[in-house]
């Protein structure tokens, strides 16, 4: 889908496009909007007059059939903030596409009382719109008519069309960051195994990101023991892809990114029941996010260094498949005693995370991994785990997921959880001695593998990565959750330093 802005000027002589109108918690109607009222003998007050139109946030009154016009309720505009303005784009695409409308014009007058000037307004709405216009659809070869999306275009008319243009084009990069990370996610394992999505990630090339893919031979050189065990049942072969953007000031220590990328999981030998199993393709959704945050990033030239490292491997049972009970050799040189072949994303992170700090010393180092079933049972879908040994890292992941809407709640590390992961026979066992706090022994696990100085985050994303309905801005599906909280997070604190 396309977005536009335009001059109010110009959209007045358009006497067949469908018009949107915001209306406020007084449900007056804008200038622009009564001249439509009038044109359309008062179906629009009518509309807003109804009892069960309350101009309440994001509520819409659908008058395109009587009078090719849709009123938006946008409540007390004073209390609209950039979320609450994607969101109210966003809500628009799927009445538009139930009414089977092309092309769309949303005229922003004014928006009362808030300090979001109104050209900023204007990109926050076409940003909303267009990352819920994003469709999987490419499996289907038929579809019913009233499935098929019909809007292709969305004009936003306002005073200063041309000044909302910049905010736009930046967002629509990220937008096309989140877009890459939602086709790699929602593509099924067939199709995406971890030889593929190296592949994949070469198309960032483009952009003047440098990709280097390390395959087996190398790893096996390297010693990346305890990701290449996973991926050793699998006829596929596990690749390391590392990313690099070079924004930033030469020789500066970049900030790091590594993602979970296990592009099917189904437990290994430890295998998994089989109700539900289909959702594992999306167990690379960790590297998926890593990937389009490099897009993102890179698409807008961000001023800062980045490295972005994906460990992919395809977790599967068979005659060469690790067993429960081998003990491996990590990168790090510490040894890991494989108790459940199902504990696998810890295995690849170990040795890429590892990866990351021994070659680029970062300064700050973030992983993202769909880790654990236990943070779906404590967080739910709206919140991802945050684990950190850094408080200043984790108070800036919090204060930007609150502010873009991609929300972060913290769990503890502690010494009384890493315990629970001491062998017998190794360094370490890839699970915790009782089945209670998954999620943090899993994290204990990583932190193994962080060098003590070094400020470092892990987003368990298990219940966040994946929408099983649509939201504003996110259709379901794969929601590339944590594109758009890095993305800001680089801009705001790591950008230009
Ligand atoms: N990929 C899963 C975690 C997961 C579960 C992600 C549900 C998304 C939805 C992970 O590899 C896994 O299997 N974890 C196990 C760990 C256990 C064996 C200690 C789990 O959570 O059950
Ligand atoms: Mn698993
Ligand atoms: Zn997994």
Same mark, same amino acid.
């Given at each position: 889908?396309?977005?536009?802005?335009?001059?109010?000027?110009?959209?007045?002589?358009?006497?067949?496009?469908?018009?949107?109108?915001?209306?406020?918690?007084?449900?007056?109607?804008?200038?622009?909007?009564?001249?439509?009222?009038?044109?359309?003998?008062?179906?629009?007050?009518?509309?807003?007059?109804?009892?069960?139109?309350?101009?309440?946030?994001?509520?819409?009154?659908?008058?395109?059939?009587?009078?090719?016009?849709?009123?938006?309720?946008?409540?007390? !505009?004073?209390?609209?903030?950039?979320?609450?303005?994607?969101?109210?784009?966003?809500?628009?695409?799927?009445?538009?596409?139930?009414?089977?409308?092309?092309? %769309?014009?949303?005229?922003?007058?004014?928006?009362?009382?808030?300090?979001?000037?109104?050209?900023?307004?204007?990109?926050?709405?076409?940003?909303? %719109?267009?990352?819920?216009?994003?469709? &999987?659809?490419?499996?289907?070869?038929?579809?019913?008519?009233?499935?098929?999306?019909?809007?292709?275009?969305?004009?936003? #008319?306002?005073?200063?069309?041309?000044?909302?243009?910049?905010?736009?084009?930046?967002?629509?990069?990220?937008?096309?960051?989140?877009?890459?990370?939602?086709?790699?996610?929602?593509?099924?394992?067939?199709?995406?195994?971890?030889?593929?999505?190296?592949?994949?990630?070469?198309?960032?090339?483009?952009?003047?990101?440098?990709?280097?893919?390390?395959?087996?031979?190398?790893? +096996?050189?390297?010693?990346?023991?305890?990701?290449?065990?996973?991926?050793?049942?699998?006829?596929?072969?596990?690749?390391?892809?590392?990313?690099?953007?070079?924004?930033?000031?030469?020789?500066?220590?970049?900030?790091?990114?590594?993602?979970?990328?296990?592009?099917?999981?189904?437990?290994?030998?430890?295998?998994?029941?089989?109700?539900?199993?289909?959702?594992?393709?999306?167990?690379?959704?960790?590297?998926?996010?890593?990937?389009?945050?490099?897009?993102?990033?890179?698409?807008?030239?961000?001023?800062?260094?980045?490295?972005?490292?994906?460990?992919?491997?395809?977790?599967?049972?068979?005659?060469?498949?690790?067993?429960?009970?081998?003990?491996?050799?990590?990168?790090?040189?510490?040894?890991?005693?494989?108790?459940?072949?199902?504990?696998?994303?810890?295995?690849?992170?170990?040795? #890429?995370?590892?990866?990351?700090?021994?070659? &680029?010393?970062?300064?700050?180092?973030?992983?993202?991994?769909?880790?654990?079933?236990?943070?779906?049972?404590?967080?739910? !879908?709206?919140? $991802?785990?945050?684990?950190?040994?850094?408080?200043?890292?984790?108070?800036?992941? &919090?204060?930007?997921?609150?502010?873009?809407?991609?929300?972060?709640?913290?769990?503890?590390? $502690?010494?009384?959880?890493?315990?629970?992961?001491?062998?017998?026979?190794?360094?370490?066992?890839?699970?915790?001695?009782?089945?209670?706090?998954?999620?943090?022994?899993?994290?204990?696990?990583?932190?193994? &593998?962080?060098?003590?100085? !070094?400020?470092?985050?892990?987003?368990?994303? %298990?219940?966040? #990565?994946? %929408?099983?309905?649509?939201?504003?801005?996110?259709?379901?599906?794969? !929601?590339?959750?944590?594109?758009?909280?890095?993305?800001?997070?680089?801009?705001? +604190?790591?950008?230009?330093?």
């Amino acid at each position: 889908m396309k977005i536009h802005f335009a001059d109010i000027g110009a959209v007045r002589n358009k006497p067949d496009e469908v018009m949107i109108f915001l209306v406020g918690a007084d449900k007056r109607l804008s200038t622009a909007a009564q001249a439509a009222d009038k044109r359309v003998g008062g179906a629009l007050s009518r509309a807003v007059k109804s009892g069960r139109f309350s101009a309440k946030r994001g509520q819409v009154a659908n008058v395109v059939a009587a009078a090719g016009v849709l009123l938006i309720g946008t409540g007390e !505009t004073k209390a609209l903030d950039f979320q609450s303005l994607e969101n109210l784009g966003g809500a628009l695409i799927p009445h538009l596409n139930a009414a089977g409308v092309k092309s %769309a014009t949303l005229v922003v007058e004014d928006i009362k009382g808030t300090k979001i000037s109104l050209p900023e307004a204007a990109a926050r709405i076409g940003y909303g %719109a267009l990352l819920r216009s994003y469709r &999987f659809d490419k499996y289907h070869t038929k579809m019913e008519d009233d499935q098929k999306p019909t809007l292709q275009a969305l004009t936003i #008319a306002l005073s200063n069309a041309k000044v909302a243009q910049a905010p736009f084009s930046e967002l629509e990069k990220v937008a096309e960051g989140v877009f890459f990370t939602r086709d790699l996610v929602n593509e099924p394992a067939n199709v995406i195994n971890p030889e593929t999505l190296a592949e994949e990630t070469r198309k960032l090339s483009k952009l003047g990101v440098e990709v280097e893919v390390l395959g087996e031979p190398e790893m +096996y050189k390297l010693g990346l023991g305890a990701l290449l065990g996973v991926g050793q049942g699998s006829s596929k072969e596990s690749q390391l892809v590392i990313m690099r953007w070079n924004g930033g000031g030469k020789g500066k220590a970049p900030v790091a990114f590594v993602g979970k990328g296990v592009t099917f999981d189904t437990g290994g030998i430890s295998i998994k029941p089989a109700a539900g199993m289909e959702e594992m393709k999306w167990d690379m959704g960790g590297a998926g996010v890593v990937i389009g945050l490099m897009k993102a990033l890179a698409g807008r030239k961000a001023k800062v260094n980045v490295v972005g490292v994906a460990g992919l491997v395809e977790n599967m049972p068979g005659g060469n498949a690790q067993r429960p009970g081998d003990v491996v050799k990590s990168y790090s040189g510490q040894t890991i005693e494989v108790l459940n072949t199902d504990a696998e994303g810890r295995l690849v992170l170990a040795d #890429a995370l590892w990866y990351t700090e021994k070659h &680029f010393k970062p300064k700050m180092i973030i992983d993202l991994a769909t880790l654990t079933g236990a943070i779906i049972v404590a967080l739910g !879908t709206s919140r $991802a785990g945050l684990f950190s040994n850094d408080d200043r890292l984790a108070e800036q992941l &919090f204060r930007v997921g609150k502010e873009i809407g991609e929300e972060v709640w913290r769990l503890p590390l $502690a010494e009384v959880y890493d315990k629970q992961i001491n062998s017998d026979i190794a360094d370490m066992q890839n699970i915790g001695k009782e089945r209670e706090a998954g999620s943090i022994t899993a994290a204990q696990f990583l932190q193994r &593998f962080i060098e003590k100085g !070094t400020p470092w985050a892990h987003l368990d994303i %298990a219940g966040v #990565a994946w %929408a099983k309905k649509d939201s504003d801005t996110v259709p379901k599906g794969a !929601t590339a959750w944590g594109v758009r909280l890095l993305n800001q997070l680089v801009k705001e +604190y790591y950008e230009g330093r």
